[in-house]
């Protein structure tokens, strides 16, 4: 059976996007949280701000640990989320959008399908 797929609904591809971009988002906040809670367990964050300390010298007012503190690590892993979930949104709306222009004038996507 061989078919077309000549258009695409842009109102279920914005739903279907804002989904898995939501999903995608929360997939973000968790890993960064994960991978804090990971080095700060390794002490890596300590010991980034004591090579620091070491190479600016001791008078150095200088604390790397407060811009890597976890309220405001998670902080900036949901901004980049929520930009995240509208611009995936936006961006595969606009490409149902693109696709019905293109398939009107090429005639769609061809598609074979067989029934076993």
Sequence with gaps: MRLA????????????????????????????????????????????????????????????????EFKRVISAATLVAVVDVFLLTALATIGAFLYNIVAALVGGLHVTMTDE
């Design 5 to 68: 797929i000549s258009r695409i609904d842009p109102w279920s591809v914005m739903k279907l996007s804002f989904l898995l971009s939501v999903a995608f988002g929360v997939l973000i906040v968790v890993a960064v949280a994960v991978v804090w809670y990971t080095l700060n367990g390794l002490h890596v964050f300590v010991n980034i701000n004591d090579l620091v300390t070491q190479i600016t010298g001791a008078e150095s007012k200088t604390d790397i640990l407060q811009y890597v």
